[in-house]
């Protein structure tokens, strides 16, 4: 082997293509068949609460806040649902006419005039 060979000609290289510009994304639908937008209403006059919320699957769903001006309706308690449970029973407390008050009777007399048997004096 010589000291040197001789080196084979190096082919020109081609020269770089330019590349074509990338196309923008084109814009998305606003409405997809997956998910439709359910646009949401001002105020009206008959909701003076806030928007319409969109109803879920479950229901309407309207998180209750402690700060919202239309407060939450109390539930109706199953044990009582006219008015709430009073501890002097359904009719609430016994209630003396103010000429009764005024005339010193106390509520055994005044129910003795009125219910047969009672006497004036338990």
Do not use: H
Request: glycine fraction near 6%.
């Amino acid at each position: 082997m010589g000291p040197c060979r001789p080196v084979a000609p190096v082919r020109p290289v081609a020269p770089v293509r330019p590349v074509a510009p990338v196309r923008p994304l084109s814009p998305l639908s606003p409405l997809s068949p997956l998910s439709p937008l359910i646009p949401v209403r001002p105020l009206s006059p008959w909701m003076p609460c806030g928007p319409v919320k969109p109803i879920s699957p479950w229901g309407p769903v309207e998180p209750v806040s402690p700060f919202s001006p239309c407060a939450p309706v109390a539930p109706v308690s199953p044990l009582s649902p006219l008015s709430p449970l009073s501890p002097f029973g359904p009719w609430g407390p016994t209630v003396t006419s103010m000429s009764a008050f005024c005339s010193g009777a106390d509520p055994v007399e005044t129910l003795s005039r009125y219910v047969p048997g009672v006497s004036r004096r338990l």
